[in-house]
């Protein structure tokens, strides 16, 4: 399977013993390293949406206008109310301490009415339209917010941005091709003569690509590698931040199954690289008799 | 048959002939009369563009160019030029039809030892093509040539940079090649290398023609063993 990367010596000597022509290798280095920082930003995003939508969409808010001391009655009564998992009421120093931010020293005056409110989630199935009746049963002139439309902008714009980091990751992978592809066409003007040698004595296009895609491969290895080893460096070094980041959002890091993709990458980019270098040599060949 | 460059004049035009299988033949004919075109056809390196040729049975014409390698494995060439691979060795390049037919390094050693010394370059192995003299080059593309025990040989101007003791030596080779049933197609100005090949056949081309379609026979093939 690998036999076209094991050339012989006498193989090898046929392209000469240098690498590829041009700064290959130092473009797909760059590649690497952009690919692996921003897949790993993507998949950061896809983690921390996911545990937002996780953590918000079963919850919701009863606000109570008049606040005051029928919360915690209302607090026991929403706990009983079937399909209700848990509820919550905020205290009124914390709502006084959020007002404080907006409304300076005046947050905690006693003539300002604050709002009361319960956070309550609920079980997967369960009658939500029964529940909120109850609610406005037991204080009609509650309001009840869902969570889930509150963050919703946040969460298609983190949506969003995942997606245009795979979109970002797809695009770098095909400038890398394309640089391959260039790469391999300079690679064949450079030993045109070699080649016309070997094709005049019976030389198969597969002979002939087989030698191409080894050093290409070989360059492609190396450049991905090297990108991959510094992206590994910078993200280390963002590692903190992003625990820090991932306490935040209730532990939205890189999983173990994230870290095996991007582990990956380099060498899918090499797969890459190779596949589309031979399809260039091969092409660029059959032009020839 | 015909052969034309682009949307220039012909260079070949009419060609009717027919090589005899293990024949010797040469290929005459002022500067620009179409020899190394003519070659280039023998040795696959062109189609015509018009006509059709038939190499070791087979209608190649229009032959898919994956069927090409496995004919032209069987065909020897010396260019005018050499075309040796500047990078490699004099080893190396001798070595090189044996490679390309699947050969492994233990196989090519021995007779691409054999053969160097056998064209005077046992000490020059390792040497590479910018460090040889015209006459040493040549003898290395000789020796590619003819490494591989080819069908059908094809030279162009083969002992143009070679004294005259080295030049009989080849002749000799091609010679004993051709008694071992290869064909030889020798293209040449040297009137003198016809006249001491016994048994040789001439071709004389003129202006992109044959200028007797009778082969201007010297001698009749040594050992015909039927049609190319």
């Known amino acids: 399977m690998f036999d076209w990367l094991l050339a012989s010596p006498s193989e090898r000597r046929l392209l000469g013993e240098a690498r590829l022509r041009g700064p ?24 921390t949406a996911g545990v937002l939508t996780r953590a918000i969409e079963a919850r ?42 907006w409304l300076g020293p005046a947050a905690q005056s006693s003539d300002l009415p604050v709002p009361a409110l319960v956070n309550f989630d609920v079980q997967p199935g369960a009658n939500l339209a029964a529940i909120q009746q109850r609610v406005r049963a037991l204080a009609p002139g509650a309001t009840i917010a869902t969570h889930r439309e509150a963050v919703g902008p946040l969460l298609r714009s983190l949506r969003l941005l ?24 300079g690679a064949l003007d450079t030993h045109r003569f070699t080649i016309e040698v070997m094709h005049g004595i019976g030389a198969t296009d597969e002979q002939v690509t087989r030698l191409f895609q080894r050093k290409i491969a070989v360059d492609a290895l190396v450049g991905s590698l090297a990108g991959a080893a510094a992206a590994g460096i910078v993200l280390l070094m963002l590692a903190t931040g992003a ?18 993709l991007l582990a990956l990458l380099p060498l899918a980019l090499t797969a890459l690289a190779t596949g589309v270098a031979r399809a260039a040599v091969l092409a660029a060949l059959r032009k020839a008799l | 048959m015909g052969l034309r460059y682009g949307t220039g004049a012909e260079v070949l035009r009419d060609l009717d002939f027919r090589l005899s299988d293990g024949g010797f033949y040469f290929l005459t004919g002022p500067s620009g009369a179409g020899k190394t075109s003519l070659l280039k056809l023998l040795y696959l390196a062109q189609r015509p563009t018009r006509g059709r040729i038939r190499l070791f049975g087979e209608e190649l014409t229009e032959a898919p160019r994956e069927m090409l390698p496995q004919f032209r494995r069987r065909i020897g060439v010396v260019f005018q030029d050499f075309r040796l ?34 064209v005077g370059l046992a000490d020059r192995a390792s040497a590479r093509p910018p460090t040889l003299s015209g006459g040493e080059q040549q003898r290395v593309a000789i020796a590619r040539a003819v490494i591989n025990r080819p069908d059908l040989l ?29 064909t030889v197609v020798v293209a040449t100005h040297d009137v003198g290398l016809i ?34």
Not at chain 2, 164 to 179: D, P, Y
């Open chain 2, 154 to 182: 094809v030279a162009d101007e083969p002992t143009g940079n070679v004294d005259a003791e080295m030049a009989q030596r080849l002749m000799h080779l091609f010679g004993a090649l051709n008694r071992l049933g290869t």
């Open chain 1, 162 to 185: 995942q997606w245009v980091a795979f979109g970002l990751v797809l695009l770098l992978s095909l400038a890398a091709s394309a640089a391959v592809v260039l790469a391999a066409r």
């Open chain 1, 24 to 47: 290959t290798a130092w473009v797909i280095a760059i590649m690497s390293f952009s690919i692996l920082i921003i897949a790993a930003a993507g998949l950061a995003l896809a983690s």
């Open chain 2, 195 to 228: 006249s001491a090949t016994p048994g040789a056949k001439m071709i004389r081309l003129e202006n992109g023609a044959v200028t007797d379609p009778t082969g201007a026979l010297r001698n009749p093939p040594a050992s015909p063993r039927g049609q190319r």
């Open chain 1, 243 to 260: 625990a820090f980041a991932g306490e935040l959002t209730g532990g939205a890091t890189l999983s173990v199954g994230d870290l095996i």
């Open chain 2, 85 to 118: 691979v500047r990078h490699l060795s004099a080893f190396d390049n001798v070595a090189l039809p044996l490679r390309i037919a699947g050969a492994s390094d233990e196989q090519v050693e021995g007779p691409v030892r054999e053969m160097l010394a056998w």
């Open chain 1, 60 to 101: 919701y808010s009863i606000e109570v206008p008049a606040g005051g001391g029928n919360v915690a009655a209302l607090l026991s009564a929403v706990r009983t109310i079937p399909g209700v998992k848990s509820a919550d009421a905020v205290p009124e120093l914390e709502m006084r301490q959020t007002l404080e931010r």
